[in-house]
């Protein structure tokens, strides 16, 4: 039986188009009529543009070659980037009704590479950690995680195939996680994050959802970046348990074990890498960081609108604030020490394994999840990759989480696309 339209890869969507073997608008409808059918229960979205998005894909389909590698893709905006027609809310209503009027970068860069704006995907407050309306559509009961919960949710629920997030602690692998896509938050620095609400400059970095990992592959083209070329043999895998290894579900230990079998069952060479004791530290340095920059990015609203602030962004306002400068200092110097250290990994392997989360997604929707296997990973600014492998006891998706050394994202990429093959 073949595939509902929205069902497909964006690789596979891509594929067909350039085949005449599918529409953009039949793509777009087929979302559309996922939405109306889920939305009621998974509330992903803020806000959509169907009548812009079926113009636009109309508009395609008239052309005679592609307009870019993502040519008739529709995409899922965290609600936390720009769109020039529909609001940006932020998650807070302090922006309830805000529509800034232009497209922020990285939405630039997707439409000129053919892909549709399908509409606005939910995000927590500030893309902090009061949670929004979203469910996680494996179990409405429990969490998407956050702060990009809306844009993982409809990927996963096929309601469009690919989605924007931003990281500042675990915002973009922890929903992937949770959602069971793939997820990939890229190098620090790597996109332009003009039009992006920012909370954490020294940390925030944009990423994708989206189906497989070849998707990714596709996604980095529309940047310009050529794919990496097919590994001629299999990967050196660094397996790190780091130093919150205790602090996983027991089962999910047995998971990122099973997949370190798995992967050197496939022919790759898997070592154990022994993280530095006094990363340790990384967590609260990059605590301090972000609180402290979140202090700094929202003092407008936080001198015109607090009263509008939940209980969690007081308190995030609070932490910053005791945040001295030599502690902000501090965790940045913690920071390089942990870069230099980190540099001793990649002589020895391609790409380090390690948990994405705790464990599956928790039951409830105030409590978006622990980022304690994400937060260093973001102060270091290496490029992850989140992949689903297997489902743990409630039957909720679980997943291995791949890093790569600063700047070599594709190279990542194709280190993931033959994971996800050994994982299978």
């Known amino acids: 039986m073949a595939k509902s339209p929205n069902r497909l890869s964006a690789s596979e969507a891509v594929l067909r188009m350039a085949q005449k073997r599918l529409k953009a608008r039949d793509l777009v409808e087929a979302c559309l009529d996922r939405i109306e059918a889920r939305e009621g229960q998974v509330h992903a979205w803020e806000a959509l543009d169907p009548d812009g998005a079926r113009k636009r894909a109309d508009m395609l389909d008239k052309r005679s070659r592609p307009a870019g590698p993502l040519h008739g893709i529709p995409l899922a905006v965290k609600d936390i980037i720009a769109t020039r027609t529909m609001p940006t809310t932020c998650g807070s209503p302090i922006y309830r009704d805000h529509v800034v009027g232009k497209d922020a970068a990285c939405v630039t860069q997707l439409v000129k590479a053919g892909a549709i704006v399908l509409g606005k995907a939910v995000t927590t407050e500030f893309a902090g950690g009061h949670a929004g309306k979203t469910h996680n559509p ?86 310009g970046h050529a794919p990496a070329d097919p590994p001629a043999e299999p990967p050196r895998i660094g397996l790190i348990r780091t130093p919150w290894w205790d602090i996983a579900e027991p089962y999910n230990r047995k998971n990122i074990e099973e997949a370190s079998r798995t992967l050197r069952a496939a022919g790759a060479r898997v070592r154990e890498w022994q993280a530095p004791d006094n990363w340790a530290n990384l967590v609260q340095a990059q605590h301090r960081i972000m609180t402290k920059e979140a202090t700094q990015s929202y003092a407008r609203e936080r001198g015109r609108s607090s009263h509008l602030f939940s209980p969690i962004m007081h308190g995030v306002m609070a932490e910053g604030d005791a945040v001295s400068r030599k502690q902000y200092a501090d965790a940045k110097k913690r920071r390089r020490t942990a870069l230099a250290q980190l540099d001793d990994a990649w002589t020895r392997f391609d790409i380090l394994l390690a948990p994405s989360a705790k464990g599956e997604a928790p039951s409830g929707l105030g409590n978006t999840g622990d980022p304690i296997f994400n937060r260093f990973w973001t102060l270091l600014g290496t490029p992850c990759i989140a992949l689903p492998f297997n489902a743990g006891p409630f039957g909720l998706p679980l997943s291995v989480q791949l890093v790569g050394a600063r700047g070599t994202d594709d190279q990542l990429i194709a280190w993931a696309r033959w994971v996800e093959r050994a994982l299978g």
């Open 138 to 223: 494996h179990n409405l009961r429990h969490t998407p995680a956050g702060s990009s919960s809306g844009s993982a949710a409809a990927v996963a629920d096929f309601m469009a195939p690919v989605g924007y997030g931003t990281q500042t602690a675990g915002s973009v692998i922890r929903p992937g996680a949770f959602n069971g896509v793939v997820a990939y938050k890229g190098t620090y620095g790597w996109a332009d994050m003009t039009g992006i609400k920012a909370y954490a400059p020294f940390l925030d970095t944009l990423g994708f959802f989206a189906r497989e990992a070849n998707d990714l592959a596709l996604i980095r083209a529309a940047y």
